[in-house]
């Protein structure tokens, strides 16, 4: 019995630690498999968050460089195009007749920055084959390189900077009509109006701006001819002559570069449009020969800007002063004024072009050409303020049609152009 009791008392022993056991077993149990749901509820929250951030970067990565462009646009095209006419006018106000000088240094300095892009490791072959023949920039280049000489050689025909920009606004004008007589182009009424609104603004600005210059004249000669030493009437026709040549010499420019736009239509609708680095490139490379003829003038040109007053701050901001002495220039100790608004003309029109250009490339041409007219009205402003120009009555309402033109034409082209796609699209 006592081996019974005893035997009694182990069995139970035996079941309560068994009991304890499998107690102790479940709660680890227990213990050990919460911890995996957390654990897997810990998994599952970070892939939820790395999904919101792959999100969030895609969204970056498409917004993020579209922004990029159009700050970098802006900036070009507003930053470098306004710049640059102010460092146009500091160059003209002391030196008109320097416009072939400013031309040249535009074109090579563009050379230069665009020629790494075309360069390939071949002795035999050392620029990258072209989408577009030679023969074909060759002609673009001819039309190119005589409209920007002709826009600067205006400038020493006493035509002012302001003046400048709103003759050169009426560029629609000349392209509408080359347009209709060579191609057979038609345009719409809005077109028409717009036009008409330009040409009615250019006439204004061109006889107001003449008439101001006749009244001048005739202020200057009576003071001179009370010391008996200039006589009015010739005085008077040459101020006559000299607005005529530069009105004559922008006109030409103009048609110029209407038939330049033609061309440039031809070869993009044959070769495409994405090759604006091509044109860029070779445009103002093959021009760079055509500046030898002109050699003497533009070296008396480089040695008169050289003799300007020193810019002392510019030279030692720079730090220029040294090595530019090779040239001849900064022999008074301080780069010439005139040479550092040169080169800053020469950089900020770079700048401005290649802004257009990627303007050009990544939107419609109501962009482009709602773009331009804002950045010649600022340059305008610019230039008036900052210069001191003062502008007729005349002159400001010829303006205001040069613009309001310019910008209804360009509304008016791109509801066509987009009228036009959507009958393609229906079409095909």
Known sequence: MINDDAS??????TLRQLNRSSNTASTTTATTTTPSATDTAKKDNPSKSSQNAEILAAAAHATVPNWTNLFLMISLIFGGCCSNVFALEAIIKEQPTSGP???????ILCSLLTLPTFLQPSLKHPLK????????????????VSVNLLNNWAFAYKISVPLHIILRSGGPVASMGIGYLFRGRRYSNGQVVSVA????????????????????????DSTSNSSGSVSKDGVNAEETLNTIIGFSILLLAMILSAFQGLYADALYSTYGRTHWKEALFYSHTLSLPLFLPNYTQLSSQWKILSSSPPFQSSSSYLGVSSYLGIFGIGS??????????????????????????LLSAKSSSLTVTVALNIRKLVSLLLSIWLFGNRLEVGVVFGAVLVFLGGGLYGVESGRIAKIKQKEKSHSS
Not at 8 to 13: G, H
Not at 101 to 107: C, E, H, K, P, Y
Not at 336 to 355: D, H, V
């Open 101 to 107: 000088l400013i031309t040249f240094a535009q074109f």
């Open 332 to 357: 008074g100790g301080g780069v010439p004024s005139q040479i550092i608004y040169l080169i800053i003309n020469a950089l900020t029109q770079y700048a401005c072009i290649r802004g257009v250009h």
């Open 197 to 220: 609104m330009l040409s009615i603004g250019v006439m204004a600005a061109a006889l107001a701006d003449a008439n101001s210059k006749t009244a001048s004249t005739y202020s200057t």
């Open 129 to 144: 084959p072209r989408a577009i023949p030679l023969k074909s920039w060759l002609i673009y280049t001819a039309y190119f």
């Open 8 to 13: 009694l008392k182990s069995d139970t022993y």
